[in-house]
Nanobody, 115 residues
Framework: QVQLVESGGGLVQPGGSLRLSCAAS????????MGWYRQAPGKERELVAR???????TYADSVKGRFTISRDNNKSTVYLQMNSLKPEDTAVYYC?????????WGQGTQVTVSS
C-alpha cells in the first residue's frame, strides 16, 4: 500500500518560511498530479498547490506568490516551500495524489504561524 509521509512543519513567526516534504512509496510522484492540502481547525481540507506530471503548477489564491510546489522524482518526494507565512496559514498540511487516484491520507505535518 502506498504511504505518504509529510514532514517539515513547526512553529514559525509571521513572515517566516518553512519547507515541507512529502515522501511517497512507489513511483506515484512521477506519474501523477500531486497536491498539497491543508486543514485548519474547524474547516474543510483545501487544496493549496498542485503539480502535474509535466511540471505545471497551480495555487490557491490565498497562497499564490508565497508558496512554491516542486518535486524530485528520483527521491519520490514532493516539496512545498512556504514564504511570508501568515497566521491564517496555520493548519495541518497533507500531500496526496489528486482525485480520482487519491491514496490514503498520511498523518500530515502541523504548521503554526504565531508570534
Amino acid at each position: 500500500q502506498v504511504q505518504l509521509v509529510e514532514s517539515g512543519g513547526g512553529l514559525v513567526q509571521p513572515g517566516g518560511s518553512l519547507r515541507l516534504s512529502c515522501a511517497a512509496s512507489g513511483n506515484i510522484v512521477s506519474i501523477n498530479t500531486m497536491g498539497w492540502y491543508r486543514q485548519a481547525p474547524g474547516k474543510e481540507r483545501e487544496l493549496v498547490a498542485r503539480i502535474t506530471r509535466g511540471g505545471a503548477t497551480t495555487y490557491a489564491d490565498s497562497v499564490k506568490g508565497r508558496f512554491t510546489i516542486s518535486r524530485d522524482n528520483n527521491k519520490s518526494t514532493v516539496y512545498l516551500q512556504m514564504n511570508s507565512l501568515k497566521p491564517e496559514d496555520t493548519a495541518v498540511y497533507y500531500c496526496n495524489v489528486l482525485p480520482p487516484f487519491a491514496r490514503p491520507w498520511g498523518q500530515g505535518t502541523q504548521v503554526t504561524v504565531s508570534s
